[in-house]
Nanobody, 120 residues
Framework: QVQLAESGGGLVQAGGSLRLSCAASGSIRSTNDMGWYRQGPGKQRELVARITNRGTTNYADSVKGRFTISRDNAKNTVYLQMNSLKPEDTRIYYC??????????????WGQGTQVTVSS
């Protein structure tokens, strides 16, 4: 069984930084794309950043230049370094990973979410 363990969320003042981590564990045969999404009250879940297994990255326009996504393939872990945080970054952040477990095709898995709150 696959689990995505998220950590690093919390409360920070505007202009501060946080680093989110997400580690996938279980009977994993291969790990493909990984990414971070966020969702606020009354809003749809939106892409923040994603990274392929070869290191190609994509970012939402709202976070370009402030957030950096990275991964450690040996640890099946994806990170999101968030700098220059703004109050509008306040959301629940969800880790996503496209994984293949032994005996099944690859599919998306989701973390349970971690709260990021940025105060003015």
């Amino acid at each position: 069984q696959v689990q995505l363990a998220e950590s690093g969320g919390g409360l920070v003042q505007a202009g501060g930084s946080l680093r989110l981590s997400c580690a996938a564990s279980g009977s994993i045969r291969s790990t493909n794309d990984m990414g971070w999404y966020r969702q606020g009250p009354g809003k749809q879940r939106e892409l923040v950043a994603r990274i392929t297994n070869r290191g190609t990255t994509n970012y939402a326009d709202s976070v370009k230049g402030r957030f950096t996504i990275s991964r450690d393939n040996a640890k099946n872990t994806v990170y999101l370094q968030m700098n220059s945080l703004k109050p509008e970054d306040t959301r629940i952040y969800y880790c996503n990973a496209n994984l293949a477990i032994w005996g099944t095709p690859s599919r998306d898995y989701w973390g349970q979410g971690t709260q990021v709150t940025v105060s003015s």
